[in-house]
C-alpha cells in the first residue's frame, strides 16, 4: 500500500501531553513518508474528530485511529492499528495476543489517565481539564 493507493488512517492524539506528541512523531518516523498515517492533534484540529463522530469525552480519554473505511477504534486498539498501519506488524500482533493484549490495555488505560498529570506541555497544558474531563472513567 502506498499513499496513492489509499487514504491514510488518521491518529488522533492530545497535543497538551508530551508523551502523545512523541508517539505522533514517532508515528510519522515509522511511516517514513509513505503515507499510511496521519497523526491530528484533536486540540488543534476537531474536523477529523468531528466528521468521525468522536465526542469531546471520548477524546480526551484515549488516543483514536480513524480508517480509511470510517472505522474508529480506540486506546489499545487504535495503538496496535496504527503500529501495524506503519508496517510493524508483528509489534501489534505481540500486543494483542491472550496473556500480553489484557496487561498492555491495562497499561494503556492507566497512563492515559494520568498522562495530563505527569506528561503535561507547559505551554500548552489547560489550567483545569477540558470538557469536565481529565482522563478515562474508572467507574465501570
Not at 480513524?66 to 477504534?73: L, Y
Amino acid at each position: 500500500m502506498t499513499s496513492d493507493d489509499a487514504e491514510p488512517m488518521t491518529v488522533l492524539y492530545d497535543g497538551h501531553c508530551s508523551l502523545c506528541v512523541r508517539s505522533a512523531e514517532a508515528l510519522r518516523r515509522l511511516d517514513r513518508g509513505r503515507g499510511r498515517v496521519r497523526p491530528v492533534d484533536f486540540r488543534s484540529d476537531k474536523g477529523p474528530a468531528r466528521d468521525a463522530g468522536i465526542g469531546d469525552e471520548a477524546l480526551e480519554g484515549a488516543m483514536h485511529a480513524v480508517h480509511p473505511d470510517g472505522r474508529v477504534t480506540r486506546g489499545p486498539d487504535a495503538v496496535r492499528d496504527a503500529l501495524r498501519a506503519v508496517g510493524w506488524k508483528p509489534v501489534s500482533w505481540l500486543l494483542g495476543l491472550p496473556l500480553i493484549g489484557p496487561v498492555f490495555g491495562h497499561f494503556y488505560d492507566f497512563i492515559a489517565r494520568n498522562r495530563l498529570r505527569w506528561f503535561a506541555r507547559q505551554s500548552d497544558a489547560p489550567s483545569e481539564c477540558e470538557h469536565g474531563v481529565c482522563g478515562i472513567d474508572d467507574s465501570k
